[in-house]
Every structure is written in structure tokens, then in C-alpha cells.
């Protein structure tokens, strides 16, 4: 069914409808609703098609009750039931529609009641919960249109492995074969938590006092509580996100200051117009994720994050920038202005994962290389990871301690890497570039610091050059080869670290990279589909 011609149909039907019930003329904007008035749809008991009855997600609100309407094996929500200028106080189900059927959003979807604290709001810790049910397809017909989950509010978005949770463009399900889903076709989605972020002062997240601005329309982050919980997020797809709102480049998963209650499970983005996943302060967990071809960045971090990671898969071909690129902070940790601030700089460990790139110059001038950039005083311990690019000397390198004095400071991420707060463990870079130059020369006490033998002087590190795919990587081109040979065809013994030992979040995978070829597991069925539906 062709959807196109429906949007059209049904806010001329809105109008009607607002006429009708307001008295006098009220304009219908793709952003303003007037919520005081009663603009749901009648759909009781759901639509019918071919004998199979839509449950389409409905809730009361201010006394009203909001429901979508069925409309072919689609249910279309207008911007009266969700939009920009609508908070959702309300908990409600979006349920598995059968026959290829898509939840359509028509405006953005803002669970929980966005406050700023500092005006003397509190929080709603037992915020409404939206919850998905596995199989669910979630498109959005608007660039500007994304999910935001409310600080006290959750998502509960539990799919399952040949049922996954899908939130993608309406071009990819409008049947309409003149169009084609594309990067940033609508916003992603965003979630806001009550962790930490080294924007806020102590004194102030003490006080629940700690506000920082997310990106895009404005709405309020951070707080006093680590283990803070949005709710689930597992075996779910995020498709075609990334649209710039309001200067932002939305990521297709934003986690602002989402704390370690949260869980992040089996996520798939593919085709995002900024990051994968951007991670801004808290101390969220990931863990089996798989990023193909973002614009920028696989996974971002910066003010704070001090999770854990494990099973990390981010492979570009035609888009990208850096595997990973990590901030540390916006202040110096040493100075005076950061003395008082809640947390220091992000600190994540890392273990089993793997980057594969072009190390060449893609869309819009980004290169499609570097596997990690770190900058701005940021730590990580890092184990396991297998960095593998086909660049030429004059690429992007597999590792960049990036020192441009005016972004880290005085050479920040290499003092912390000379005293072991930025370490590798049995990793191995297979790049034909392993190390971004160094811009800036190092002085004083750094000015011997030498990254290449910094890495291989780490536990069970190894530089062993690209060329070809197939010498560390299995048939499928992401998973980690049963033998590896080196540039010259030698087989290379390798020792994976247990980092189980560390924290039992981890498990002892037993081998380095994201995933063992010949695996059989959850975790290898994930990838495998996430890589058919990134060759689709």
C-alpha cells in the first residue's frame, strides 16, 4: 500500500475534526497541537483487514483518550496523538502488527514530562513506560520526527532475534517505489537519564539540580544516580536516523546521562546520518552491538561515560569516520574550573570489538578509516579489539592519541596513555596505516613518548600490517579469522585476555574481535542478520 496520498487524507480529516469540536478556526501545523482539545480518533476494538483486527496503540490522556487509526495493515498515529509540541504522560503498548504492518508516526513521539529543575520542577520518578512488543516496525514520515524518553520515564523495547524491534523511515515501508529510504530520513531516538555528567557540578546533582541541554528541541539531562534505569533496550534496529534538528545532528541512539540500570542489548543501527551511538555522560552498559555505515562515528563518547562494552561490531564501507571516537571532557580535569565538577573524565572498559574500514575518503569528505580517535583527556582500558583497514600509508590510521592543543590540551591523551590510563590488551591492529601522525610535537616528559612502541610494549599487543581481509578476517568480512597471518602470510599466535576477572559484566569470550567465525550463538545470529539487512 502506498502511503503517500494518506498523510494528506488524514490531516485534512484532523482539521475537520478540530473544527468541529473547537468553535471556531484553529490551523493544523506540522508541530503545534492543541492539546485541550479531544483529538484523538475513534478506533475502538482496532481496524479489520483480511479478517485480522489491528490493535492499534491507544491512551488517555487529561481525560481524553488518543488512538491510532487503522488504516490497511498500517496503524497512523497524526500529530494529534504525538508530536513535537505533545509530552506523552502516559504509559501505553505499541503491539506486533501482522501482514508487514508499521506503527506510522506522522510527528516526533516525547515520552515523560521533560522539566528543568532549576525552575523548581521535579522529576516524575515513576514516569509513563513505553512499551514495545518484539516484531514491532516503528517508521516516522518526518526528518525532524524522533523518540525522546523523558528523565523518570522508560521504554521497555524488548524484541528478539528473528523478531527485532524496528524503527526506521516511512519510505522504507509506504510500499511507494519511487522513493528510496535514505541517511537521515528522520531523527533516531534519544533517551535522557538521571546519571552523572561532568557538565554538572557536584553541588548541583546533589541538589538535582543538574540540567544540561540535550541536542536537538529542547530537553533536560543528568542527575545524582549512577544507576539510574531508562528501562530496555534489546534486539532492536535503528535504520535511515540522523536528521539535523534544531543545528543538531541527531545519532541514531542517543544515551545522555543514562545510568547503569539501563540495559542495551543486541542493537543494530545501520545507515545513520551522524553516529551510530553517542554516549554523553552516565554509566550505561552495551553490549552486542553492530554499527554499518554511519556518516560519522560507529560509537561516540564524551562527558564522563565510565560504562562498560562488550561485543562491538562497526564496520563502514561507503560512509564513516572513526570506529570510535571518544571525548574525555570539555574543561581540563586539572584545572581550577573542574575541581568542583560531579565526575572526572570518561573512563569506559572495552573489551571484543571490531572495527573494519576502507581507511578511504567517503561521503561528504569524511574518511572511512580511522578505528579509534581519542582526544580531550579521555581514558579507556581496552582489550581484545581488532582494528583492520585496507588504507594506504597516506590513509587513516588504526589508532589516533589525537594532540592538536587547542581540542586535548597539552597533549592530554598522551600523558594518559604514557601513565596507563589509556591501555590496550590483547589487541591487534591490521592496517595499512596503524598510527594517525602527530601533529603537534611533544615536549618535557612526553617528548620521547613514542605511540607505536607505547602499544606493543602493552599486554599481548601486536602491529601486524594489512593484506588482505581474508588474512584476519573470516568469509562474512567481519568476524575474526580461525587462524591469522600477518602481512607476509605468517601465522600469528594470539592470547585473548578473560575479563571476567575484571567485572562480571563481561564474558571470557576466549578469542580477540567481536566475534569468533564458524561462532554459533545468539550473538553470531544477530550479526549475520544485521548484515543482510546492511546489504539490503
Known sequence: MKLSGLFKVSLVAAAMTLAGCGGGDINVTPTTV???????????????????????????????????????????????????????????????????????????????????????????????????????????????SFIRVARGANIEAIGEVDKPIIFTSIKEVDGDDSTTAQ?????????????????????????????????????????????????????????????????????????????????????????????????????VNLKHIVITDTGDDGIDWDEGWKGYGQFILVRSNEYGNHGFETDGAKVDPLSADAQDLVTSVSNPTIANATVVTTGDQGAEGRRTGAGMEMKEWGKAQLANMLFVNSASVDGAGCFDLYNEKDKSGDAGVHANANNGDIAFMSSIFACGKNFEDVNTPLTGALASFDVNTWFTGGENNQLIGFADFTNVLGADGVSTAATITDSQGTAVATTAKDMSEVNSFFTNAGYIGALKDGESSEWADFVAASLQRASN
Not at 490522556?61 to 508530536?83: H, K, P, R
Open 34 to 144: 492543541d492539546n485541550s482539545v479531544d483529538n484523538s480518533v475513534d478506533n475502538s476494538g482496532g481496524g479489520n483487514n483480511g479478517g485480522e483486527t489491528l490493535n492499534c496503540a491507544t491512551y488517555t490522556l487529561d481525560g481524553a483518550t488518543f488512538t491510532g487509526e487503522a488504516e490497511g495493515v498500517n496503524c497512523i498515529y497524526s500529530q494529534a496523538f504525538a508530536s513535537n509540541a505533545k509530552e506523552i504522560t502516559s504509559s501505553f503498548v505499541i503491539s506486533a502488527l501482522g501482514n508487514g504492518g508499521a506503527h506510522v508516526f506522522e510527528g516526533a513521539l516525547f515520552i515523560g514530562d521533560d522539566v528543568d529543575t532549576s525552575t523548581g520542577a521535579t522529576i516524575d520518578g515513576n514516569g509513563p513506560t513505553l512499551s514495545i512488543e518484539a516484531g514491532s516496525t516503528i517508521a516516522f514520515t518526518k526528518p525532524e
Open 183 to 283: 541517511i537521515g530520513d528522520w531523527g533516531g531516538v534519544q533517551v535522557n537519564g538521571r546519571g552523572h555528567s561532568i557538565r554538572c557540578t557536584a553541588a548541583a546533582a546533589a541538589q538535582d539540580m543538574c540540567n544540561h541541554s540535550a541536542e536537538g528541541i529542547v530537553s533536560y539531562y543528568g542527575g545524582n544516580d549512577p544507576q539510574d534505569s531508562s528501562g530496555i533496550l534489546k534486539h532492536i534496529v535503528i535504520k535511515y536516523a540522523g536528521f539535523g534538528v534544531e543545528g543538531d545532528e541527531l545519532n541514531g541512539l542517543t544515551l545522555n546521562a543514562v545510568g547503569s540500570g539501563t540495559t542495551i542489548d543486541y542493537v543494530h543501527v545501520h545507515n545513520g546520518f551522524d553516529d551510530g551511538i553517542e554516549l554523553f555522560g552516565g554509566s
